[in-house]
C-alpha cells in the first residue's frame, strides 16, 4: 500500500479491495509465493483491470513484458476461454519459477497456451510475430519506449497496449517526491507518457490505480 499512497489515498485502496473477489487456489498461492519472496506483482485492483480487459476486450494473442514468476500472466490467461501468451523474462530464475507456474496452469486451463521466453524483450521481441491483441507492459520502467518500440509494429489496429507504474510511486507528477536515484526513471517514464499521450494512432487514457496504469488503443488509422 505505500507505493501507491502517493497515488491513491489509501483509505480508497483499501476500500475498493475489500470489494474484490478473494484470491483462492493457484492464484492465492503465487499471490503468497510473490509476496514472500518480495516480487513486485500487479496489485489486486490493477489484476481486477486486466479481468475486466480480457472479456471486454477478448483477445486470443498477448505479448507480456515482464512475466516475474507468472502471476499477470496467469490472472490474464484464467480470464479467457482461450488463446495464446508470449511472455518474455530477463532474469532466469525468476523465469525458472514462472515455467514451473505454467506448468501446473496447462494441467487445469489447458485452453490458453502460455510461451515463455527468457531474455531481455528488447532482443526476444524482434524473434516475435504479431499480430497480437493484446500487450502488457511491465518490466524495467526506464525502458518502456524500448520495449513500446519493439511492441508497437506487432499489435493489430484495434489491439490494446497496457503499461503498468507509469506514476511510479508518485514521483511521476510531483518533483517533490523524486529521489536522486530514481531521476532517470522518472525522466523516461515522463517522456513515454508524453509519446503514447500524444501518438497519431494511439488513443491513452492514464489511470491513477495502483501504481499508475496507462491503456493505449491502437486506433485503424491516423487520426481515425
Ligand atoms: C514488475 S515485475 C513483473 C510482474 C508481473 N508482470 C506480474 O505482475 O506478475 C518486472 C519483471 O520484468 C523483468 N524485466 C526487467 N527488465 C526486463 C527486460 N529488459 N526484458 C524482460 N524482462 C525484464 C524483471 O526481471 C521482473 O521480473
Redesign the pocket.
Known amino acids: 500500500m505505500e507505493n501507491e499512497a502517493k497515488i491513491v489515498y489509501p483509505a480508497t485502496t483499501a476500500y475498493v479491495r475489500t470489494l474484490l473477489p478473494k484470491s483462492e487456489g493457484y492464484l492465492l498461492r503465487l499471490e503468497e509465493e510473490?509476496h514472500r519472496d518480495g516480487v513486485?506483482?500487479?496489485q489486486p485492483e490493477v489484476a481486477q483491470y486486466m479481468r475486466v480487459l480480457m472479456q471486454l476486450h477478448r483477445p486470443t494473442r498477448i505479448l507480456?513484458?515482464?512475466?516475474?514468476?507468472?502471476?499477470?500472466?496467469s490472472v490474464m490467461a484464467l480470464s479467457l476461454p482461450a488463446g495464446e501468451i508470449d511472455t518474455?523474462?530477463?532474469?532466469a530464475e525468476?523465469a525458472r519459477i514462472a515455467a514451473e507456474h505454467f506448468e501446473e496452469l496447462a494441467t487445469f486451463h489447458p485452453e490458453v497456451s502460455v510461451r515463455l521466453h527468457v531474455g531481455?524483450?528488447?532482443a526476444v521481441i524482434s524473434d516475435l510475430k504479431g499480430p497480437y491483441d493484446f500487450v502488457f507492459i511491465?518490466?524495467?520502467k526506464a525502458?518502456y519506449s524500448a520495449f513500446f518500440e519493439g511492441a508497437y509494429p506487432l499489435v493489430r489496429p484495434g489491439g490494446l497496449i497496457v503499461s503498468d507504474?507509469v506514476l511510479f510511486r508518485g514521483m511521476i507528477t510531483d518533483d517533490a517526491l523524486i529521489l536522486p536515484k530514481y531521476k532517470t526513471i522518472v525522466k523516461r517514464m515522463r517522456q513515454y507518457l508524453e509519446m503514447i499521450s500524444e501518438h497519431s494512432r494511439l488513443t491513452t487514457s492514464i489511470l491513477s490505480i495502483g501504481d499508475g496504469v496507462a491503456l493505449s488503443y491502437k486506433r485503424e488509422a491516423d487520426g481515425a
Open positions: 510473490a513486485p506483482i500487479i507480456e513484458i515482464g512475466a516475474a514468476t507468472g502471476y499477470s500472466a518474455i523474462e530477463l532474469n525468476t531481455p524483450a528488447e511491465d518490466a524495467a525502458h507504474n
